[in-house]
């Protein structure tokens, strides 16, 4: 029996793995944050100490590297060479070499068969950039799911404030509008909606709002 795939993607900041993990949860799928893989090989390199501009030396690196994911009691765990790195790869640093080193075809490449494994092996839903496109062309079901850049800035600067730690609105609105403009401009699998996915623009929604749309979307697939 085929599984059912979910691709989800989108911009940083539109609410995906917070709605795709509770899609999950809800309906007793896996969720794979495919970016948290692209982390842990970033997390990788840089303890490493490999320089991580230099698209060569991340080539030859990477078969040394086993990233992996896990899923404990329903919760996924990124691993790296058998380290659990899941709560160390979000901090800015991690971002910035992650952006970086998830231009590079090489690390796509590398990712791909592990990533295609994933959802041959369970019912998933999938986030990431690339993933209605390239990964699982095939999905089941391809959502695209946005906001608008100031949306996204609201919703990041509110989030920012509550963990204290508050950013400027125009700084962080600038950021987003540059990471958009980097991820739907880079040569290898830019960020883009699949011609098949169902756009979900989660602007005028609440969280609970944007977690029934997504499964009302499954539903009507399974
Ligand atoms: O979703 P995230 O913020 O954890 O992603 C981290 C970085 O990885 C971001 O710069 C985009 C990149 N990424 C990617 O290129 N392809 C994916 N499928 C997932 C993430």
């Not at 893989?37 to 840089?46: D, E, N, P, Q, T």
């Not at 991580?52 to 009691?73: C, N, T, Y």
């Amino acid at each position: 029996m085929s599984h059912i795939t979910v691709a989800i993607d989108g911009p940083s900041g539109a609410g995906k793995s917070t709605a795709a993990r509770a899609a999950a949860a809800r309906l007793g799928m896996i969720y794979a944050d495919t970016g948290a893989i692209y982390r842990s090989i970033a997390y990788k390199a840089l303890s490493e100490g490999v320089d991580i501009s230099d698209e060569r030396a991340v080539g030859e690196f990477l078969p040394s590297v086993r990233p992996e994911l896990r899923f404990v009691d329903g919760e996924q765990r990124v691993l790296v060479n058998g380290e659990d790195v899941s709560d160390k790869i979000r901090t800015p640093e991690i971002s910035m070499a992650t952006s970086k080193i998830s231009a590079y075809p090489a690390v796509r490449e590398f990712l791909l068969g592990l990533q295609r494994e994933l959802a041959a092996k369970n019912d998933v839903i999938m986030d990431g950039r690339d993933i209605g496109t390239v990964v699982l062309p095939d999905a089941t079901l391809k959502i695209f799911l946005t906001a608008s850049a100031e949306k996204r800035a609201d919703r990041r600067c509110k989030e920012l404030a509550e963990k204290g730690t508050p950013q400027a609105y125009d700084d962080v609105l600038k950021d987003i509008i540059k990471r958009d403009y980097d991820d739907s401009h880079r040569q290898t699998a830019p960020l883009r909606q699949a011609p098949d996915a169902v756009l979900l623009d989660t602007g005028d929604m609440s969280l609970e709002e944007s977690v029934d749309a997504v499964c009302a979307l499954i539903k009507t697939k399974s």
